[in-house]
């Protein structure tokens, strides 16, 4: 069990470029969500992917994206960047509800700096 | 509607005693309650969670108490010891299965 892996850990981009973060899940786990973590803030949910579909998303414009491939894995994109979008993104993964609980596995994230 | 308010924003406590951290939401359609628990550099992990037909739940030195009536829920860490020192987020689930975290507590237990 390898756990939530994220790529890249830091990277920097200038104003109205684009970017595109990656995630691994865990080994067993169908379900991968998005968070936007600003510097001393909680999490903010960006969306979430079942099988391949968003199957939710928080308020955030269309300019952010997402993609899940078949082995649950994850991508996350970014267009025209902005100053605001400088954060820690961080990806989740998870079975699902079980037993009561719907336990998330969080990557380490991607920090993002936007000049 | 969908906020979670978290207090304290900051927490110092002294090795062997009683940190306690509060949160309160507005949702009534939040149906789960979890604590994360996140180091510098790591992502969040969960620490311990309620649903709100359950009015406290502890695990080890870790204890939710749950208000259902007064929308509010807090973390008890009994015995804080200074490996405990880390950021604490209260969370909130919607049916949609998305989380909505309180702003944090950064609690600093001394030796």
């Known amino acids: 069990e390898t756990g939530v892996t994220q790529s890249p850990t830091h990277l920097i981009k200038t104003r109205g470029q684009q970017v595109t973060l990656r995630c691994s899940s865990q080994?067993?786990?169908?379900?991968v969500s998005w968070y936007q973590q600003a510097l001393g803030q909680g999490p903010q949910f960006i969306f979430q992917?079942?099988?391949?579909?968003?199957?939710g998303r928080g308020n955030f414009p269309p300019r952010f994206s997402g993609l899940q491939f078949p082995n649950y894995s994850s991508e996350l994109n970014v267009n025209a960047l902005e100053l605001d979008d400088s954060a820690l993104y961080l990806c989740?993964?998870?079975?699902?509800?079980?037993?009561?609980?719907?336990?998330?596995?969080f990557g380490a994230g991607s920090r993002l700096t936007v000049l | 509607q969908q906020q979670v308010k978290q207090s304290p924003q900051s927490l110092i406590v002294q090795k062997g005693g009683i940190s306690i951290i509060n949160c309160a939401y507005e949702?009534?359609?939040?149906?789960?309650f979890p604590w994360y628990q996140q180091f510098p550099g790591k992502g969040p992990a969960l620490l311990i969670a309620?649903?709100?037909?359950?009015s406290e739940k502890k695990e080890g030195r870790f204890t939710i108490s749950f208000n259902k009536s007064a929308k509010q829920f807090s973390l008890h860490i009994m015995d804080s010891q200074p490996g405990d020192s880390a950021t604490y987020f209260c969370?909130?689930?919607?049916?949609?299965?998305?989380?909505?975290f309180g702003g944090g507590t950064r609690l600093m237990v001394k030796p």
């Open positions: 989740a993964s998870s079975a699902g509800w079980v037993s009561g609980a719907n336990v998330l596995t």
């Open positions: 080994s067993g786990h169908n379900t």
């Open positions: 992917y079942y099988r391949e579909e968003e199957n």
């Open positions: 949702n009534t359609a939040f149906d789960y």
């Open positions: 309620i649903r709100p037909d359950v």
């Open positions: 969370a909130a689930n919607n049916a949609g299965n998305m989380l909505t």
